[in-house]
């Protein structure tokens, strides 16, 4: 092996920023331990290796930075960024994002320059690029320690903090969306800390939510809290403005004319279900119980759609699908959280469903066609559907996007359909 020469302080760093080694790669050089104040002297380690990213890519993040930021919020419930979420989002974007080469910035640098750095911050770096976003529950402090606890992974740690902290029994439970840095001899947490009182439901949510994203991917929870850290985030920020997730799941399953006539039995003796209507060859059973949105469980031919908006119907429909057919699995092919479009067998299905449910949404919706009343509104009056009918015409004769006048069409044939009920 090729022995390396010793590089002095004012050389060019070998990572190519053509800066002094001194002023780049060098820079951790001269932190001296601190063990006074463990805190100040880690988390200056955490800026200076932070610092390093942010000069290395510099021109890089400069270009796609807005980008990478929409991407990291766009499952949060307002699609922005506060200021002080700013660090969180950094820090992912270093040391969880990756592009077309699979890998992160932090591992991209490590790879290029570890032979050159520093022990310290080669170390600090690895632990950083070996960190995740997770969610921690509070269970204790001594002093300047924290003690908490992983919710997904059970697991309990003590973290130091800058300040000293006094918990009282009668404090609410608190959450945090925080990055923990496991170093040699200590653990803090990397960045700003997210907080959230768990004062309805908020952790189970979460919980459950994150149990959702492991069984779409089929990976281990460790992986998905590191290859999927902006959609922890945006369940994190649901859970704090007390708002459901929009899913968008669709599940399917291949029936048999046995299995097929066995299920229908099943929903159309139910009290849970209820048959709405039968359009382009499904039959469309909407849940008897107000659902928190759009919720269907559709019978084909040769297949069953389940398809929900938020997590307790997804769970619901697929309960009592297992409680009819024990043995029938369901697919799914369309979810927000899969982040890509369905593969295209099942585009038919996906634009069908689409249809139907913005159909709903139209039929529900006041109009200024209208008066300001609904559809649906207008439907139960004599000559309503009449009126309805001559409207959708008025508005397919006036449009010539294929796709917007096969959305009326549907819309047409719905009440139609309803008219011969």
Avoid at 57 to 84: C, G, M, W, Y
Avoid at 335 to 344: F, G, K, N, Y
Avoid at 382 to 404: H, P
Wanted: proline letters at 3%; a negative charge; hydrophobic letters at 35%.
């Amino acid at each position: 092996m090729a022995r390396k020469l010793k590089l002095g302080r004012n050389d060019p760093c070998p990572c190519g920023s053509g800066k002094k080694y001194k002023n780049c790669c060098g820079l951790l050089s001269d932190i001296t331990p601190s063990f006074d104040d463990p805190f100040v002297h880690y988390s200056q380690m955490l800026v200076s290796v932070k610092l390093k990213l942010d000069r290395y890519f510099e021109a890089e993040v400069k270009k796609h930075r807005q980008q990478i930021r929409s991407r990291f919020t766009r499952f949060s419930v307002n699609k922005d960024l506060r200021p002080e979420h700013e660090s969180v989002f950094s820090d992912w974007m270093w040391l969880d994002f990756q592009d077309n080469t699979g890998i992160s910035m932090a591992a991209d640098y490590l790879e290029e320059n570890q032979d050159y750095m520093e022990i310290p911050l080669r170390e600090c770096l690895k632990a950083l690029d070996n960190s995740y976003l997770s969610v921690y529950q509070i269970t204790g402090s001594d002093g300047v320690k924290l003690n908490v606890n992983d919710t997904f992974l059970d697991t309990s740690y003590q973290v130091i903090i800058k300040e000293a902290l006094t918990l009282k029994q009668e404090d609410p439970e608190m959450l945090l969306l925080a990055r923990m840095v496991q170093l040699q001899d200590v653990n803090l947490f990397s960045g700003m800390v997210l907080m959230l009182e768990n004062d309805a439901r908020q952790k189970e949510f979460i919980k459950e939510h994150l149990a959702y994203i492991k069984d779409l991917y089929q990976d281990e929870v460790i992986d998905v809290l590191k290859n999927y850290g902006e959609l922890l985030y945006g369940i994190f920020d649901h859970a704090g403005h007390k708002i459901l997730v929009n899913l968008n799941d669709m599940r399917i399953a291949p029936l048999d004319e046995d299995e097929q006539k066995i299920l229908l039995d099943e929903l159309e003796s139910s009290q849970e279900y209820l048959l709405q209507h039968e359009t382009e060859g499904l039959s469309w059973f909407k849940p008897v119980e107000k659902a928190a949105g759009y919720s269907r469980m559709i019978i084909g031919q040769n297949l069953v759609l389940s398809c929900s908006d938020v997590l307790e119907d997804v769970m619901r429909q697929s309960g009592f699908l297992n409680s009819v057919l024990p043995n029938k699995c369901l697919q799914v092919f369309n979810s927000l959280m899969l982040q890509a479009p369905p593969d295209m067998e099942y585009n038919w299905l996906w634009f069908t469903v689409l249809k139907d449910r913005e159909c709903e949404k139209w039929l529900n919706t006041p109009h200024r066609e209208l008066d300001g009343q609904t559809p649906n509104d207008i439907l139960v009056e004599e000559g309503g559907k009449e009126k309805i009918i001559a409207m959708l015409d008025e508005f397919i004769n006036s449009i010539s996007i294929n796709e917007e006048k096969e959305l009326l069409e549907y819309m047409k044939k719905r009440i139609i359909q309803a008219e011969t009920e």
